[in-house]
């Protein structure tokens, strides 16, 4: 069985960590999983720097921006993989824009994927009709899980449309938000994330967007199986460096 | 245009007609008929066909059964089925097509009935039978379709009909005609296709039929599609189901209309440059956009767009811009509309572009500097996508070009066929007839390109030049020479040519104009150059700054930067003496006065 699929299993609520790959040095990517993992960490998200990053606010851009100059790219990221699975277990999934991929060759970049042990891919610009029309075969050829997103305005039809073509979980976006906007949750989000749990859903649901210390993580899992936190994770790093991430880990769980 | 071969029976014949890859194939459910599918199932064919059934006032308890027993993707409802019937029969993941027989004549009125119900109409010939009586109705019947929903052409349609379809592809009312349903005409006996016949058909169609206009998925050729990110998904598809209704809409054509003549000064002359002509031994034509209010043939995009953004209940309007053309057409008609404004635009454009920055704050916008990445026109447009992704509701996106998800790159460019559109009769008075030999246009993203090109991409003997910044020269890694130096990817929300790395990281391109310097291209004109029906060229700064100069002098007509591009073709292309030459004067140089000065040193 796929780990994401064996992590969604287990009886506890999820943290999954964003970070951006190539950063704050080129060289950091495995250290930082390496850390993660060993920290408690539930779930890591790879992000796969890209020029031009729509769905990203500041912080993940800026970070991509300055990876990118860092020389990252997506061979140097699959050669640093490459015995990733040698020191850890957690489940891995890599988050980027279809561009690259689709330079890389999608059936390539999957293939390569599985290879290395990567369990699923997130991959905002791709659209879910796209994805089922061209690439699910190729994806699940290759044991590869895709995750979704919805938002507050996607309606629930779609939502059950996305959850039959879902065989992971689905990445609830907080609120019409690019990463990293959001400070704290209203009722507006919070009626929002009991709606979707009444509808039942096949796959579970992790939140994100705007998850950025114990209080926001609190709420957030209340209503869903876990969250995700990219920009604060990426803004601590920027701060205080790759080697208080234990630090950072507590801080969202305590 | 999409093919429906109907009346399948037989399992191998169905297996091999299913070779062809049809788009659609039928099977009736229906006693009568002499082609009555009455096997126990449809054999394994392609997922991409979708399985039709077709079925005569039938019971909806028959019709659902059938649906579910043979995974049918389309209903066909060929009796006298009600609004309220088919009405049952959405939600159901299922194609809902309408079929309606035309004799000598039909009174539309009845689709208004079946408007928000079902997905397609089919309109087949009158006679004994339902369906498949096989002759042809009167197609220019057609002509007053009043309806803005996709419909199938039916009744009677043979291999003799490929020359008439030719013809009725490239009127006015096949504008809607979605796909051509065939059925008797292809048969060695009822419900037994000729496999070669069918063949003949396909292959003639689109060999001659290249359609060069976006299909109903926003795809020109493999470019365009919508690739954007979840939280978009809701205005995009507003504007996607709304767009070609809203435009239909007498209303709105009235008031586009009125606005074209009284606001912005259409129509634009078209004005035979004598002086130049003769420079260049040809009749070379201008079309005038320039004189336009605001100064380019922008402003025709954003008064559409922004009539569109009111009739969709939009308060708060948004835009990208490089040089701050478009920028300045878009604060111009929110101005007029007292809406709230907010543009984009790089730092560094900002910086360069000091007076149409101030013509926009004189207008009441609000503008905002993109800060991120390279801080020019492709972080502009970022940051407007991330405005939009924030405020979902209330706001619409102005595009400022023919670029971005559809049904962008469509809407801009029916909003900018008005140029091409006039061109046609307003030739038709200089020389007597409507086609040139050639169009011209220079392409940035490519709304005055394709507004250009539009009512003559189906003329094969109108010639279609494309012209490209090239910047300081193709190799110099310092240019905009997209289908040359760009490769097929996703940028903006579309798949198109794009400059970039091969890691698939987005370029930054130069050129000395602003309105150029774009790293893609619009999905339509991707495919016009791989289909090899446009003709690409790329001119260097230096040879756009001198026809830009050379046409100041001989025509009195100081040109935008981007349109010295177009003009600078004739240096390099000789057309014979009797070629109609027709180019879009995108736009004034009066926003380039510093450039011309510094560059000339004047
Ligand atoms: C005068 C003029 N022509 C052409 C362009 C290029 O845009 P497009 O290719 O969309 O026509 C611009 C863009 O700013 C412009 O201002």
Redesign the interface.
Known sequence: MNRINQKLKEDKKLLSIYFTAGYPNIDDTTSIIQDLEKNGVDMIEIGLP???P??D??TI??SS?KA?KNGM???VLFTQLKDIRKTVNIPLIIMG????????GIEAFCKKCQEIGIDGLII?????D?YHEEYQAIFEKYGLINV????P???DD?IRYIDSISNGFIYM?SS???TG?QSGFGNEQTSYFKRIGKMNLNNPQIIGFGISNNQTFTQATQYAKGAIIGSAFVKHVTNEGIDTIGKFVDSICN | MKLKVCGMKYQDNIQEVATLQPDYLGFIFYEQSARHFDAHRIPEISNTIKKTGVFVDADLDFVIKKISKHNLKAVQLHGNEAPEYCKQLRGKNIEIIKVFSIKNEFDFSVLKLYDDIVDYFLFDTKGKLPGGNGYVFDWTILNNYPSTIPFFLSGGIGLSQIDDINKFQKSEASKYCYALDVNSKFEIEPGLKNIEDLKKFKNNLTSKIMNYNVNEKGYYGEFGGAFIPEMLYPNVEELRQNYLKIMAEPDFKKEFNQLLKDYVGRPSPLYFAKRLSEKYNTKIYLKREDLNHTGAHKINNTIGQILMAQRLGKTRIIAETGAGQHGVATATVCALMGLECIVYMGEIDIARQAPNVARMKMLGARVVPALSGSRTLKDATNEAIRDWINNPVDTHYIIGSAIGPHPYPDMVTRFQAIVSEEIKWQLKEHEGRENPDYVVACIGGGSNAAGTYYHYLHEPDVGIIAVEAAGLGIESGESAATSVLGKEGIIHGCKTLLMQTNDGQITEPYSISAGLDYPGVGPMHAHLAKTGRAEFMSITDNDAMDAGLELSKLEGIIPAIETSHALAIFKYKTFRPEDVVVLNLSGRGDKDLQNYIDYFKI
């Open positions: 890209f020029s031009d729509l769905a606010g500041p851009q800026d921006t990118l790219t997506t061979d824009y279809f561009n690259p991929m689709f330079q890389y905002p610009d791709l659209p879910v796209v979704f997103l919805i938002t305005q996607t309606s779609r976006v019409a938000s690019t906007t």
